[in-house]
């Protein structure tokens, strides 16, 4: 047999999947199951705007920790709520922006114009930005839902200034309503006065329990497999997800799971299938941002790594990482940045939970304060696999 024929006979093969894309993140399914309590405090919050001439802006707040359905509920109100909109004959656009790599709101505004006027948005500054967008949503008779996800890498005056837009340029112009999405803690350092007062609702998200953990999988598992999933592996399953308190740690296992029965060729998903995938999810850790970091945040990760694999110690001094970090940048052939600058791909790092980092005071150290680097919720080896994979890819050659 030929290679091409080797590899025609692999896509050949029957998958367990029926629709595997349902289990990504990215993924909003058409039935949003134990989120009724927060979907019915939206719509008493937005229905204004199908039912008032004015249309007012409205800001809301969802809070919650990771897993628990912040993104999936607000995309999927704004779904339903664009719907229902273009019935009554109100034209509701919906944007959602993920701060991780929209940093600021220069860029959301930019990203804005140029979607909406086909303009880079150079030589105008926020402010002019935001009433041109203003001026083409009243024009053509348009209303905009803006949701914006990991709010809290956005600067706090940054995010006033969004939920300031009607008091800005007149409740009159500002044909646009915000969701802004946060985990509890992260919200809790930018929260102020002045933010506080500009929100309509703030609504906290609590973790699944053990039969709505049960109820989703089971949903999501009839939309992405063949056959049907065996009760006690879900329960299995729903456990961990309760365990966690994380959902999406949940539909993660489920679609290793399928990989891995597709892989060894295996007609159903197993217990010792679980127990596999679980092993490679980890809860809290979401590797889905190493795609977004930049190349310096990066090889400073992999450098922080490296060092805290190569003194064997739970946690590193931030000079031994940017040691590793100089050399990895010669060997991948990148421009090595300044301490300073490393520092603040640090810092980013941290805001991001990928990192965990605190400055403790040194008695005999020359400055006597040293700042100390740990991993958070995924082992030093294990990520060191997953950066060197992806630099192979990225960097090598």
């Not at 803006?146 to 009607?166: G, K, Q, T």
């Not at 008695?363 to 060191?384: C, N, Q, S, V, Y």
């Amino acid at each position: 047999m030929s290679d091409e024929e080797k590899f025609r006979a692999q896509f050949g093969k029957r998958s367990c999947f029926r629709l595997a894309s349902s289990l990504d993140l990215s993924f909003i399914p058409s039935k949003l199951f134990c989120r009724d309590e927060v979907i019915n405090s939206l719509i008493y919050s937005f229905r204004r705007i199908l039912e008032e001439s004015e249309q007012p802006a409205i800001n809301c707040l969802l809070l919650g920790r990771g897993g628990v359905g912040k993104t999936a509920t607000a995309k999927y109100f704004g779904r339903n709520f664009r719907n229902i909109a273009l019935e009554k004959n109100v034209n509701v656009f919906i944007e959602y922006y993920d701060a991780i790599n929209f940093r600021s709101k220069s860029k959301i505004i930019r990203e804005l114009l140029g979607k909406y006027t086909h303009g880079s948005g150079r030589g105008f500054s926020d402010d002019e930005a935001i009433k041109i967008i203003l001026s083409k949503l009243i024009k053509d008779k348009g209303y905009m839902l803006l949701i914006l996800d990991e709010v809290h890498l956005l600067n706090p005056d940054d995010i006033l200034a969004f939920l300031n837009i009607a008091e800005t340029f007149g409740h009159q112009n500002a044909k646009l309503s915000i969701i802004l999405i946060s985990r509890i803690n992260d919200w809790m350092r930018i929260e102020n006065e002045k933010i506080l007062s500009r929100l309509n609702e703030k609504i906290k998200l609590n973790p699944y329990n053990f039969d709505e953990a049960m109820q989703i999988l089971k949903y999501r598992s009839e939309i992405a497999f063949n056959e049907d999933i065996d009760e006690d592996i879900l329960e299995m399953i729903s456990q961990i997800v309760v365990d966690h308190q994380n959902m999406r740690h949940g539909i993660e296992i489920l679609r290793k799971s399928g990989l891995f029965a597709d892989k060894e060729g295996l007609e159903e998903i197993t217990a010792d299938i679980i127990r596999e995938a679980s092993n490679e999810v980890y809860p809290t850790f979401r590797g889905e941002i190493i795609d977004q970091l930049k190349d310096q945040e990066l090889i400073a990760l992999l450098g922080i790594v490296r060092s805290l694999i190569r003194n064997n110690e739970p946690f590193t001094l931030v000079d031994d990482a940017f040691e590793e970090y100089s050399s990895l940048c010669v060997n991948y052939s990148l421009t090595s940045h300044v301490k300073m600058s490393f520092r603040k791909y640090v810092r980013k790092l941290n805001q991001l939970k990928i990192i965990s980092s605190k400055t403790v005071r040194i008695e005999e150290a020359e400055r006597g304060r040293h700042l100390e680097i740990t991993l958070l919720d995924i082992p030093a080896p294990k990520l060191l696999e997953l950066l060197e994979d992806l630099f192979n890819k990225k960097f090598s050659n």
